[in-house]
């Protein structure tokens, strides 16, 4: 687990090269395990894999780099969100949770992957059909890594935890 | 029109443009110059690179990732594609 966590990377250039159906299953599946809040589980996934359409998807996404293989749209069904003060910002952390499942179960499998904020809400909304009360909020672009990207800088254990007191 | 790559750029810039509202400051240089390396592309499909762009493209795509992880370093490098472009123009 520890070399999983540790292992990952953030990829942005891939091969071409596809991604089994079930180990593209087995990735999905990590995220439905995740935690949420209550156990909503406000997730739902859109999964793209037609070339055609990822092409789509990359002219609204500036930050999304490569070709990847798959694409996976984590969206927040706001029906499934409970009311209350602070419940969307939880639906928010549920789906990031899922997607840190997801990665670190592509990454297991020795698929690359990336986490990307960096696209127009609207037009992926539009694009893909997701229905009004679902939001696109995170996408993971999914396949074989050209290479392993070297660790980034991590801040120290020591400096970012703090016992009994801040 | 999809698969045109003139096109592409145009989405590329006016899907940054309003990304840029929102997101963190680096974010905009981030954009330029990964609009600047799907220019310099372009220019290739169109036979109008050089060794020199391609040389400024190879530093894009080798160094735009700084952004992030070292702001310094990140400002550093386009300070570095300055001089590369100062040098084609002085026609070093």
């Known amino acids: ?166 | 029109m999809v698969k045109d790559e003139h096109f592409k750029l145009l989405a590329f810039l006016i899907t940054s443009a309003r990304g840029c509202v929102d997101e963190p400051r680096l974010y905009g240089p981030l954009r330029l110059i990964d609009a600047a390396s799907k220019l310099i592309n372009i220019m290739r499909l169109e036979g109008k690179t050089t060794k020199e762009l391609d040389k400024i493209q190879e530093i894009i795509e080798e160094k735009k990732d700084l952004v992030m992880h070292d702001e310094e370093a990140f400002i550093k490098f386009l300070d570095e594609l300055v001089t590369e472009l100062v040098k084609i123009v002085k026609g070093k």
């Open chain 1, 1 to 166: 687990m520890r070399d999983v966590i540790k292992g990952r990377r953030s990829v942005r250039s891939f091969r071409d090269e596809h991604i089994p159906e079930e180990h593209l299953r087995f990735v999905l599946e990590a995220g439905v395990w995740a935690p949420s809040g209550g156990n909503a589980q406000p997730w739902e996934f859109v999964v793209v894999r037609e070339k055609s359409t990822i092409e789509k998807i990359k002219l609204f996404s500036p930050g999304l780099f490569g070709n990847p293989d798959v694409i996976v749209v984590l969206c927040v069904n706001k029906r499934r969100v409970r009311g209350g003060k602070h419940e969307e910002l939880i639906a928010l952390m549920d789906v990031a949770m899922a997607a840190q499942n997801m990665m670190l179960a592509a990454y297991s499998l020795g698929v690359g992957s990336c986490p990307i904020a960096s696209f127009n809400k609207s037009a992926i909304k539009e694009l893909l059909e997701i229905p009004e009360h679902v939001d696109p909020v995170l996408m993971l672009s999914l396949g074989y890594p050209d290479e392993w990207p070297k660790p980034p800088k991590k801040r120290p254990l020591e400096e970012v935890t703090h016992y009994e007191k801040y």
